[in-house]
């Protein structure tokens, strides 16, 4: 959630890249403000992990321009911890000494209190995303890079790490990326949701629901089913004509929208 004079931390314009042939990327623009949280859907092979690597500066684009605060960090998929490190020495890779304390702080933050001395190999795939989580905050960034990083969690654990990581940008408030397969995921923890597809955003929808979205409470609002309804059609999971049924039974209407094709055809 924003707020007024919160900075724009991500100012892409007119961004193309091309691999070989295959132009990945096509005419991107995105602004994302700190404090705002913005999730990316798509396709596999789409171009949303070379979205993210342009971010964090790892890949140039082929045309136009990608700005962003310096302080820029990734958590991926999996925690990618060095297991010849134990968990506090992990969080502060790379830091002076005196980031410490600040590497404690942000463990317990994580729900990690105490395990400080722990090795990577005795925690859980949960356990050791927190840290992972925690590396990457304790660096206070202006922009925090999320490439499905709940992907790997079964679950349950899954929906925790959801709730853990709205309460941490509420409150550290970087301008969040996040790159997702899942819809509900997107629509639980978005501000904006957009969907990639052949190179361009064919929706960019502001996600305008109150806060906390606890996972029952979300689960059966209209304007929730509404959204998942659109993003699922753009993703071509369901087809049109068809319905997401609420768990009560009942049938969502038909929202009205026209938005089932785009320039870019229907993705179903
Ligand atoms: N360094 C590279 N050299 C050549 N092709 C690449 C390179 N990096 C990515 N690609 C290609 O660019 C396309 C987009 O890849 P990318 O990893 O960004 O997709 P993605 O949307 O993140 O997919 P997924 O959902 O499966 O993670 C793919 O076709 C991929 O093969
Ligand atoms: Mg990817």
């Known amino acids: ?20 042939t295959k132009t990945v990327l096509d005419g991107i623009d995105l602004e994302v403000r700190r404090g705002e949280f913005f999730a990316l ?15 964090a500066g790892l890949e140039r684009p082929d045309a136009g321009t990608v700005l962003t605060a310096p302080r820029v960090t990734t958590v991926y998929q999996e925690p990618r911890l060095v297991v010849a490190r134990r968990v506090l020495a992990n969080v502060t ?6 980031a410490r304390d600040k590497g404690s702080r942000m463990l317990t933050e994580v729900g990690l209190g105490g395990r400080e001395r722990a090795w990577p190999a005795t925690l859980s795939g949960g356990e050791a995303q927190r840290v992972a989580l925690a590396r990457a905050l304790v660096r206070d960034p202006q922009v925090l890079l999320l490439d499905e990083p709940f992907a790997a969690l079964d679950a349950l654990t899954r ?13 550290h408030r970087p301008a969040v990326v996040l790159v997702t397969h899942d819809v509900d995921e997107a629509v639980r923890l978005a501000d904006r949701v957009a ?16 806060r906390p979205r606890g996972a029952s409470s979300t689960a059966s609002d209209p304007a929730v089913l509404e959204h998942r309804r659109e993003l699922l ?14 768990p009560s039974g009942e049938v969502t209407p038909p929202s009205g929208r026209s938005g089932l094709t785009s320039d870019r055809g229907v993705i179903a």
């Open 41 to 55: 859907l798509g396709p596999s092979g789409t171009g949303k992990t070379t979205l993210l690597r342009m971010l």
């Open 159 to 171: 929906l925790q790490a959801q709730d853990l990581v709205a309460e941490l940008c509420a409150r």
């Open 233 to 246: 059609t753009r993703l071509g999971v369901l087809s049109p004509p068809d319905r997401v049924t609420p």
């Open 1 to 20: 959630m924003t707020r007024d004079g919160d900075e724009v931390a991500v100012r892409v314009r007119g961004l193309r890249k091309t691999f070989g």
């Open 195 to 210: 969907v990639l597809d052949a190179g361009a955003f064919v929706v960019d929808r502001a996600i305008d629901l109150p």
């Open 93 to 98: 890779l790379g830091l002076p000494r005196s």
